[in-house]
T-cell receptor, first 119, second 114 residues
Framework: AQTVTQSQPEMSVQEAETVTLSCTYD???????LFWYKQPPSRQMILVIR??????QNATENRFSVNFQKAAKSFSLKISDSQLGDTAMYFC????????????????FGQGTILTVHP | NAGVTQTPKFQVLKTGQSMTLQCAQD?????MYWYRQDPGMGLRLIYY???????DKGEVPNGYNVSRLNKREFSLRLESAAPSQTSVYFC?????????????FGDGTRLSIL
């Protein structure tokens, strides 16, 4: 079974600064996907960024980037130029790769990190 | 652009009452899921439906039942609500064939059981 751990229950950052959220996971799988989801006070879950384990290059999406360390089973999220709208709960998630057939894409989530961006 | 729609958004029940949470998606996704979110626990999978006509237990299925009514709809039923089921419930869907696609979530249902 897979486990995902987010060791930072809460983080805060000043507007325009950079913050990094940590995530580690445990799996015996070699092929998998990792995601960061954002959950603002509205409670909707929003996909921020994803990473395929077979890719060595770290994924980036505008101000969001990841540091994927496969050997260390670490997947941190860096938010640059933080904005007030980035205030939310952030979840790291793992999805197993299913070779052949169909995958139902079941996700395993971490506990979440509450990020507050201060003006 | 509805995506995943959950109803109701809020509900208060008394212990022992029953209710059904509704979920519908308009993305023609094969797979659907029900999660609950409790403080400090992240999201935990209750039940999922890999495809129309199939349902399977997730991590925390006790006290719940589900029905995959058709490809679009996946309901979650609490037969006899208990205070421990007070939580926020999320429905999600994904395209099962495209393995690289993550799940799309509804806005959640806040359920309180007194």
């Amino acid at each position: 079974a897979q486990t995902v751990t987010q060791s930072q229950p809460e983080m805060s950052v000043q507007e325009a600064e950079t913050v990094t959220l940590s995530c580690t996971y445990d799996t015996s799988e070699n092929n998998y996907y990792l995601f960061w989801y954002k959950q603002p006070p509205s409670r909707q879950m929003i996909l921020v960024i994803r990473q395929e384990a077979y890719k060595q290059q770290n994924a980036t999406e505008n101000r969001f980037s990841v540091n994927f360390q496969k050997a260390a089973k670490s997947f941190s999220l860096k938010i640059s130029d933080s904005q007030l709208g980035d205030t939310a709960m952030y979840f790291c998630a793992f999805m197993k790769h299913f070779p052949g057939g169909t995958s139902y894409g079941k996700l395993t989530f971490g506990q979440g990190t509450i990020l507050t961006v201060h003006p | 652009n509805a995506g995943v729609t959950q109803t109701p958004k809020f509900q208060v029940l008394k212990t022992g009452q029953s209710m059904t949470l509704q979920c519908a998606q308009d993305m023609n996704h094969n797979s659907m899921y029900w999660y609950r979110q409790d403080p400090g626990m992240g999201l935990r999978l209750i039940y999922y439906s890999a495809s129309e006509g199939t349902t399977d237990k997730g991590e925390v299925p006790n006290g719940y039942n589900v029905s995959r009514l058709n490809k679009r709809e996946f309901s979650l039923r609490l037969e006899s609500a208990a205070p421990s089921q007070t939580s926020v419930y999320f429905c999600a869907s994904s395209e099962g064939i495209e393995r690289r696609q993550p799940q799309h979530f509804g806005d959640g249902t806040r359920l309180s059981i007194l």
